[in-house]
Every structure is written in structure tokens, then in C-alpha cells.
Nanobody
């Protein structure tokens, strides 16, 4: 079992920034990839960014490239999502999720375990 705990969400003005953290504990050696997803009210959960647990190439949703970056600290077992130049439309609950098999996927159904989510609200 792997437990994921997100933190770092909050209220920020448009144009500001936040850094979300996803701390993993438990059987982290079974983790292959970590993804960040977000879900706005009444909308589907969508892929934001992903990274292999061992590091290496990162993947960011095309519409978010240039503003969002993902990174990992394997010593701290933590994955970060740096979000810059935030927009009102970035408002959502942000989740991190882990896969035990295979590469980063943009499909939320491919992920095996999830954190509880952290709310990000961007105001004008």
C-alpha cells in the first residue's frame, strides 16, 4: 500500500503562484509513476502533469506548458507541482495519483491509488 498526501493548496490571486506537494509513504518502491490531476466542479478529472518515480522526462498537459512544472525529490519521497501565472480557470481540486505499472498516463483510470486532494482557488 502507498499513501499519498497532497498539500500546498489555497487561495491565490490571478497571476500568482503555488507549489503543491504530494508526499508518499508506505511501499513507495512499488510506485512507477506519479500524476497530478485536477477536477473543477461539475467537470471531469483531467491530467495536469506526470513523472516517473525514478525521475527523468516529465509530462505536462499541452495547455499548461510554460506555466506548470512537475518535479520529484526521491529523498523526501515527494512530488511537486509548481504552478505559475495562475488563472481563474485553474481553480479546482488537485489530486496526485500513483501507478504501479507502466509509464505516465493521462488517463485517470490507469492510476492505482490517490491522495485526498487539495483545493486551489484563484481569484481575480
Amino acid at each position: 500500500q502507498v499513501q499519498l498526501v497532497e498539500s500546498g493548496g489555497g487561495l491565490v490571486q490571478a497571476g500568482g503562484f503555488l507549489r503543491l506537494s504530494c508526499a508518499a509513504s508506505g511501499r513507495t518502491f512499488s510506485t512507477e509513476s506519479i500524476g497530478w490531476f485536477r477536477q473543477a466542479p461539475g467537470k471531469e478529472r483531467v491530467f495536469v502533469a506526470g513523472i516517473k518515480w525514478s525521475g527523468g522526462p516529465t509530462y505536462v498537459a499541452e495547455s499548461l506548458k510554460g506555466r506548470f512544472t512537475i518535479s520529484i525529490d526521491n529523498v523526501k519521497n515527494t512530488v511537486y507541482l509548481q504552478m505559475n501565472s495562475l488563472k481563474v480557470e485553474d481553480t479546482a481540486v488537485y489530486y496526485c495519483a500513483g501507478k504501479t505499472v507502466g509509464f505516465v498516463s493521462s488517463a485517470y483510470r490507469d492510476y492505482d491509488f490517490w491522495g485526498q486532494g487539495t483545493q486551489v482557488t484563484v481569484s481575480l
